[in-house]
């Protein structure tokens, strides 16, 4: 047997004998800590949503809960009732989507596009953020702001078309 046999001979016997015999590490631990969660207003969860700008009457908040309401159930103060069929209405600046937890995040809002067509009418709703699209990412303190597209083109049905859809922003750790 040469040397070199011998030594790596020598280091096999050593490895296993230290596996064998345990270096001292544990297989599993049991350990009760505390955790305090709080659920708080979408103003003030660490994924900020909240209205802004001239638009923002066409936002409602219920249960702390940011919403949008183009319908006549939230009728302006002039009298509008929803959005002019056969065009594009731009409520510019609605929405803004800010990072107020700890590290950076992508935001996206999805669907981003909501489309109706089962009635023979069109509508078309649109979430545009300022920057990037379809989403963004927001440094620490960062905030996006969206603005919302509606596209109405109704069928023989008149100016009927409506939908009640829920969308998701979510903001995802880089």
């Known amino acids: 047997m040469n040397r070199r046999q011998l030594l790596a001979g020598i280091g096999v016997l050593g490895g296993g004998g230290a596996v064998v015999t345990s270096t001292g590490a544990f297989t599993s631990v049991e350990a009760d800590r505390d955790v305090a969660v709080q659920v708080a207003s979408d103003a003030n969860a660490y994924l900020l949503l909240n209205t802004i700008g001239p638009n923002a009457p066409y936002t409602e908040t ?34 803004e989507v800010g990072n107020q937890g700890t590290q950076e995040v992508d935001v996206s809002i999805t669907p981003a596009t909501l489309v109706e067509t089962e009635s023979g009418d069109v509508l078309l709703v649109l979430f545009v953020p300022q920057t990037e699209f379809p989403s963004t990412t927001l440094s620490t303190g960062g905030a996006e702001t969206y603005s919302l597209v509606v596209a109405a083109y109704p069928g023989e049905v008149g100016t009927d078309a409506d939908f009640d859809e829920a969308v998701t922003i979510s903001g995802e750790a880089v």
């Not at 302006?76 to 002019?84: D, F, I």
Request: charged share 20%; net charge negative; glycine share 14%.
């Open 62 to 95: 219920s249960n702390g809960k940011l919403g949008i309401d183009l319908t006549e159930a939230n009728a302006t103060e002039a009298g509008g009732a929803g959005v002019n069929a056969d065009a594009v209405t731009v409520f510019e600046e609605l929405i």
